[in-house]
């Protein structure tokens, strides 16, 4: 009997030391993709090592495990569906004994604590450390810095517990409600978290479906368009005469001082100009299989699954209307490997997959098409680090929505693991149902926009409304673009 007990307490062990093992790989490769992604946009500074040096490598630390967080959240549903699938077809494989639910579970569970770390105390932290200089008439240094930073820290935590609490007693002023806040791990963070993961299933409302019409835009940027009924060989000498003109003006002006402001100006005319005859060379350079195959195919690919996604919201919509279960509170944990949570088995756990990744892309892309976030879009090897640790930010609140979102949405039928399937709102009916309208409306809106802008500026110039800034400008890159020499492109 104690030989017994023995041996299970050394496959606990053992199944204990390897679920760590995989979870510390698992983050050391996320961690080395973040690290690179970050140091291709971050500005290059000196090497010379002095204070701002050290405070700029630490907080570059802090944002590389941030963004390793998040794209630990993004695989979260992914990495499980599969996890299910190879667990149903192969259940007693000698070599997958190590995919089990304690794993999933336990990489849920890391996510979520660590994403919290993460929007709550590092990247406050990081920006604090960034900005701070010392108090005054302390000495200066890394000490002074510190502690400046945690003052701030400690500031914003009551600025925020007081705001929460406020919040609390306006929505549920109840003793009960009241008493449990003083339950700081077991309520309060997680409560907190709902809220903020509340506020990013918002902004992926809000940024997705912009994002699924503007990735049209973005693939025809990346991708050489076909050539029809084009003369590139004529378009690329207007381009070129335009070049020499600006040109000659600009060595003209240089020579005058009080020429500069325009010399700034033809130097960036130039500039579009130059870029303009780049892009024209590559059309002409590229293949016939490159120009008139794959274009196309790509924007089916998009305006598919687009179109898949929409379709899967509106069966959820159905699905919430006569089915309580569909509700993503609403179902129970199954366990890992049981039952197949796809209709269509592994075909359609492919598609989900792809689908999610697809709307993660294109959150972010719509992301940073807003106006409102245009000053966090990254360039390379020119982003400061407060711009890094803003999109870091964003982009942890987007990914730790994802998961919510796909399951709120239907893209998958796959549980909520952990403490993501606790928010409290994922079980209000009003609440989920609107969520699903709101994204299949403001979707489906985005894309007529898109497909329609053109025939809209058609109609415009017919009727000789287009002088009066109606539609898009014309150097919009959603509406037409200057051709060559200088006329808008139309349909």
């Known amino acids: 009997m104690e030989e017994d007990d023995v041996t299970i307490r050394e496959q606990n062990f053992h199944s204990q030391v390897r679920e760590y093992i995989i979870c510390f790989l698992l983050f050391a490769a996320l961690y080395i993709v973040s690290y690179c992604i970050i140091t291709r946009y971050k500005r290059k500074t000196d090497d010379q090592e002095d204070e701002d040096a050290i405070v700029n490598r630490i907080s570059l630390y802090l944002c590389t495990f941030t963004l390793a967080m998040s ?87 009551l600025l925020i517990l007081g705001i929460v609490w406020v919040a609390s007693a306006l929505i549920d002023n109840d003793a009960a409600s009241m008493e449990s806040l003083y339950d700081l791990w ?66 003209g002006s240089t020579s005058h001082s009080h020429f500069q402001g325009i010399a700034h100006r033809l130097n960036k005319e130039l500039d579009i100009v130059r870029d303009q005859r780049t892009k024209l060379e590559r059309r002409k350079k590229a293949s016939a299989w490159e120009k008139n195959l794959l274009y196309p195919i790509v924007m089916l690919i998009l305006l598919t699954g687009t179109t898949i996604s929409v379709l899967l919201v509106a069966l959820n919509i159905l699905y919430l209307l006569v089915d309580e279960t569909a509700m993503p509170k609403g179902s129970e944990d199954r366990g890992l490997g049981n039952t197949s949570l796809s209709t269509f088995g592994l075909v359609q756990a492919v598609v989900d997959i792809i689908l999610m990744f697809y709307l993660m892309v294109s959150s972010v892309v719509g992301f940073y098409s807003l106006r409102v976030f245009e000053g966090l879009t990254p360039r390379k090897d020119d982003t400061t680090m407060t711009t890094i640790i803003g999109c870091c930010v964003s982009i942890l609140v987007l990914s730790s929505a994802l998961p919510v979102m796909s399951r709120t949405l239907g893209i998958t039928r796959f549980d909520l693991l952990g403490d993501f399937g606790r928010f409290n709102w994922l079980g209000n009916f009003y609440i989920v149902l609107s969520y699903n309208l709101l994204f299949a409306v403001v979707t489906t809106l985005c894309l007529v926009r898109k497909f329609t802008s053109a025939v809209r500026e058609e109609l415009l110039k017919a009727l000789g409304l287009d002088k009066l800034q109606l539609s898009n400008s014309p150097t919009d890159p959603e509406s037409g673009k200057l051709s060559a020499n200088g006329h808008q492109k139309t349909l």
């Open 71 to 157: 794209g630990g959240a993004v695989l979260l549903l992914p990495f499980s569906i599969i996890s299910n699938e190879i667990l149903l077809s192969f259940p007693k494989n000698y070599y997958i004994q190590w995919l089990n639910g304690s794993l999933i579970h336990g990489l849920w569970n890391l996510v979520s604590l660590f994403s919290n770390l993460c929007l709550f105390v590092l990247m406050p932290f990081a920006y604090f450390f960034l900005e701070s200089e010392g108090f005054a008439g302390s000495k200066k240094g890394i000490k002074s810095r510190v502690l400046e930073t945690f003052v701030m820290l400690f500031l914003l935590g």
């Open 186 to 251: 077991e309520f309060y963070l997680p409560y907190l978290y709902s809220c903020i993961s509340l506020m990013g299933g918002l902004l992926l409302l809000m940024c997705t479906p912009v994002g699924l019409s503007r990735m049209f835009t973005v693939m025809g940027q990346l991708l050489v368009k076909p050539t029809i009924l084009e003369d590139l060989d004529e378009q690329i000498y207007c381009v070129t005469l335009q070049e020499e003109a600006l040109q000659r003006r600009l060595n």
